[in-house]
């Protein structure tokens, strides 16, 4: 039921806080702090994770790299499924391979998850549908709990994927030793916050749909983070391009001077995602090349680094937030703001031409 939202895109992004918060309850227990993998993982004896899923899926594979390096400090690989499953890598016994999908049915990343049981590797599925074909062929299901997804448009899948696979990161370094039981503790609780802040994060909805008339003419859209951010990056670039039409990249922030800066002029809109993390200053200065050239510039940050920010910069103030939860904060309002610029330009948002929900051909 879409209730009184005017598409279902909308509603679920707005069902946001509620979906992570059941897919949390699945991996966090919230009086111990304790962080489960569920389906028995031992990730003592995992030395290397493959992670393969397609489109959005792969972009909350990407964000979780950054999550499980850091916090168990296990090298992780992420590679969509397409390229994946033709290029044959070689493999070790010690790598669990994780496929992620809301469907659980997207042919290359079944076919993935195929030849990885193939070679003998535990496999592990984060899937959103409990019943699907992933999800019983994987040897563990880490689920989301997203509940059903009926906008073509990935929201509340990605997000409640990113919020699994940040609690395994939290589970896999408790398991590895990385941190006692107090850290543990400490990240689960801070984990937990996640959904308060996602609805502190989708009610700037207002100063995002402001934006939209402007951005709605735009024949090109930029969109630059550094860390995990630059993954969202990708996935803003990908919504906008999906729902609104309008050409839009994403890039690594450092990547920058490497080619996408001669694309820089007055009407080419430059979407800026950087919390006062550790890379802020390196991604002003990045600003500044832009700003030097002309480029409108609409940063996302939280109230520290918008009072940081220099001026003539469009600044949507989201929640300030642990870097843990970062991914997932700044993820609506990314949302909403490809949302407002399709609704702007009349376009059928639930349905955009030419995709599918489930894409079960190659
Ligand atoms: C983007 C989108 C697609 C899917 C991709 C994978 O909004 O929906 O990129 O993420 O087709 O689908 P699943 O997750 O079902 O494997």
Redesign the pocket.
């Known amino acids: 039921e879409r209730g009184n939202y005017r598409h279902f895109m909308e509603k679920e992004i707005h069902d946001q806080p509620d979906a992570c918060q059941h897919t949390l309850s699945a991996y966090l227990d919230p009086v111990s702090g304790k962080a489960t993998a569920p389906g028995g993982v031992d990730f003592a004896k995992v030395d290397r994770i493959q992670i393969i899923?397609?489109?959005?899926?792969f972009y909350a594979g990407l964000i979780s790299r950054y999550l499980f390096e850091r916090l168990a400090r296990i090298p992780v690989d992420v590679e969509v499924a397409s390229e994946f499953r033709y290029r044959e890598p070689p493999v070790t016994p010690g790598t669990l391979a994780i496929v992620?999908?809301?469907?659980?049915?997207?042919a290359d990343?079944l076919a993935a998850l195929r030849w990885c049981k193939g070679q003998g590797l535990q496999t592990a599925a984060v899937v959103n549908v409990h019943e699907s074909t992933m999800a019983r062929e994987a040897d563990v299901l880490f689920p989301t709990h997203a509940g059903p997804e009926i906008g073509?448009?990935?929201t509340k899948?990605f997000t409640s994927q990113v919020a699994a696979l940040t609690a395994l990161a939290i589970a896999a370094g408790a398991a590895r030793g990385m941190f006692d039981a107090t850290e543990e503790a400490r990240l689960s609780r801070l984990l937990l916050e996640a959904p308060r802040l996602i609805a502190q994060s989708i009610a700037v909805e207002d100063a995002i749909r402001a934006l939209a008339p402007d951005l709605a003419k735009a024949r090109d859209v930029l969109y630059f983070g550094r860390g995990a951010m630059s993954a969202l990056a990708l996935e803003g670039a990908?919504?906008l391009k999906?729902i609104s039409y309008i050409h839009a990249e994403g890039y690594a922030a450092g990547e920058l001077k490497h080619g996408p800066i001669a694309l820089i002029d007055e009407a080419t809109p430059v979407i800026v995602i950087a919390p006062s993390d550790a890379l802020y200053e390196k991604t002003m200065s990045n600003m500044s090349e832009v700003m030097a050239r002309g480029g409108p510039i609409i940063l996302f940050t939280d109230a520290e680094g918008a009072e940081n920010a220099p001026a003539g910069v469009k600044v949507i103030v989201v929640p300030t937030c642990d870097p843990l939860v970062a991914p997932l904060v700044f993820s609506a309002p990314i949302q909403l703001l490809a949302y407002h610029v399709a609704v702007q330009k009349g376009a059928d948002v639930d349905q955009p031409r030419n995709l599918a929900k489930?894409?079960t051909v190659e």
Do not use: D, F, N, P
Not at 100 to 106: A, D, L, Y
């Open positions: 899923a397609c489109g959005t899926a992620v999908s809301q469907s659980g049915e997207t990343t073509v448009a990935s899948a990908l919504k999906e489930s894409v």
